[in-house]
């Protein structure tokens, strides 16, 4: 049983990993605006790859949508959609405050409003049994991790001041921005726990543990893609930024990185399903707060490979690495609750 937690976990932080890493191709795309930027990376990774990998790994997918009740089907696609608008306000915060305090306080209370939350809805009973105390105990201490790396972030901000005026004249709205984003990104962890019906439908249709979640996903993303649509589209026609899609000679290369983006993001999000599956009936609540965690970590990381942190001093770093640190004590804790 341990170890088949041992390799669940692992599916989680791969997942985490992976999907952690989306953004990054961003840095490489600056003759485009962002808008440009997100709508390639929205349709691929919101509407595409979703769609595929549902079709290829969940036989008669149509059916299992029909056999599912209206009131499963609408949650789903209500928290997609409302996730949706925690997307796009994920790709406004990152743009104004960068990877790194971006990922950390949007996926810090995502992880926070997703777990936490379904537990106490769903399985009140679990929270003083020993998985129930290790995720509360592992979201405070994550919480710790996050004050750190806002500690962070906000004093890389000021010691960068002098060598760029501009950089914190949006501060402010991008961290309100973030925060906001953060909450209405947990719904997408909403969308698979409260769409569990329909996981069982296709678990009833012969589709795999490790691949039911496919029939969640595709919906769920699907109707998150709207909102980015909609205000992509809306900036596109405002800026007059269509023409960039066509621009030589970068256009191929840049279609290809915007592309890559979503196939990073959706594929972090298979992953990530299989370990949650993996992990039991509170898989999807145990296993996010982890998801959440390696993503916060690998935003980071790129973080510092993108020079976000050229320029701050050792106090900043510290407090950063100090952040991560906690946050892998955070992962260690819910981990550790879930070995029998």
Same mark, same amino acid.
């Given at each position: 049983?341990?170890?088949?937690?041992?390799?669940?976990?692992?599916?989680?932080?791969?997942?985490?990993?992976?999907?952690?890493?989306?953004?990054?191709?961003?840095?490489?795309?600056?003759?485009?605006?962002?808008?440009?930027?997100?709508?390639?990376?929205?349709?691929?990774?919101?509407?595409?790859?979703?769609?595929?990998?549902?079709?290829?790994?969940?036989?008669?997918?149509?059916?299992?949508?029909?056999?599912?009740?209206?009131?499963?089907?609408?949650?789903?696609?209500?928290?997609?959609?409302?996730?949706?608008?925690?997307?796009?306000?994920?790709?406004?915060?990152?743009?104004?405050?960068?990877?790194?305090?971006?990922?950390?306080?949007?996926?810090?209370?995502?992880?926070?409003?997703?777990?936490?939350?379904?537990?106490?809805?769903?399985?009140?009973?679990?929270?003083?049994?020993?998985?129930?105390?290790?995720?509360?105990?592992?979201?405070?201490?994550?919480?710790?991790?996050?004050?750190?790396?806002?500690?962070?972030?906000?004093?890389?901000?000021?010691?960068?001041?002098?060598?760029?005026?501009?950089?914190?004249?949006?501060?402010?709205?991008?961290?309100?921005?973030?925060?906001?984003?953060?909450?209405?990104?947990?719904?997408?962890?909403?969308?698979?726990?409260?769409?569990?019906?329909?996981?069982?439908?296709?678990?009833?249709?012969?589709?795999?543990?490790?691949?039911?979640?496919?029939?969640?996903?595709?919906?769920?993303?699907?109707?998150?893609?709207?909102?980015?649509?909609?205000?992509?589209?809306?900036?596109?026609?405002?800026?007059?930024?269509?023409?960039?899609?066509?621009?030589?000679?970068?256009?191929?290369?840049?279609?290809?990185?915007?592309?890559?983006?979503? @196939?990073?993001? *959706?594929? &972090?999000?298979?992953?990530? =399903?299989? +370990?949650?599956? %993996? /992990? $039991?009936?509170?898989?999807?609540? !145990?296993?996010?707060?982890?998801?959440?965690?390696?993503?916060?970590?690998?935003?980071? @990381?790129?973080? *510092?490979? &993108?020079?976000?942190?050229? =320029?701050? +001093?050792?106090? %900043? /770093? $510290?407090?950063?690495?100090?952040? !991560?640190?906690?946050?892998?004590?955070?992962?260690?804790?819910?981990?550790?609750?879930?070995?029998?």
């Amino acid at each position: 049983m341990g170890h088949e937690i041992g390799w669940s976990i692992i599916l989680v932080l791969v997942g985490g990993i992976v999907n952690g890493s989306f953004a990054a191709p961003m840095k490489r795309l600056s003759a485009w605006r962002w808008e440009n930027i997100w709508l390639v990376y929205a349709f691929t990774g919101l509407v595409i790859f979703p769609w595929v990998i549902a079709l290829a790994t969940v036989p008669h997918l149509a059916g299992v949508y029909q056999q599912a009740s209206a009131s499963v089907l609408a949650r789903v696609s209500l928290f997609g959609f409302a996730w949706g608008i925690g997307a796009v306000l994920f790709g406004l915060g990152i743009a104004r405050v960068g990877l790194a305090l971006g990922f950390a306080v949007i996926l810090g209370i995502t992880s926070s409003f997703g777990s936490l939350l379904p537990l106490a809805i769903l399985h009140p009973d679990q929270l003083g049994t020993r998985r129930g105390l290790a995720l509360l105990a592992g979201t405070v201490v994550m919480t710790l991790g996050l004050v750190f790396l806002g500690m962070a972030g906000m004093r890389r901000e000021r010691e960068q001041a002098s060598a760029k005026a501009s950089v914190r004249s949006g501060f402010g709205a991008g961290l309100l921005i973030c925060i906001f984003s953060g909450i209405f990104s947990s719904m997408f962890n909403f969308a698979f726990v409260f769409g569990e019906d329909l996981r069982q439908q296709a678990l009833q249709a012969g589709v795999s543990t490790a691949m039911a979640g496919n029939a969640i996903w595709a919906l769920s993303i699907s109707s998150g893609f709207i909102v980015n649509a909609v205000y992509c589209v809306y900036l596109l026609n405002k800026n007059r930024t269509w023409g960039a899609f066509l621009q030589k000679p970068a256009a191929l290369s840049y279609w290809l990185g915007a592309a890559l983006m979503g @196939a990073l993001w *959706f594929g &972090g999000i298979v992953v990530y =399903g299989m +370990g949650a599956a %993996a /992990l $039991g009936a509170l898989g999807g609540i !145990i296993g996010w707060p982890v998801y959440m965690s390696i993503n916060i970590i690998t935003g980071n @990381a790129w973080g *510092f490979v &993108g020079g976000e942190w050229k =320029g701050a +001093g050792r106090l %900043a /770093l $510290g407090y950063c690495l100090t952040g !991560i640190g906690i946050l892998l004590l955070a992962i260690a804790v819910i981990s550790l609750g879930n070995v029998t």
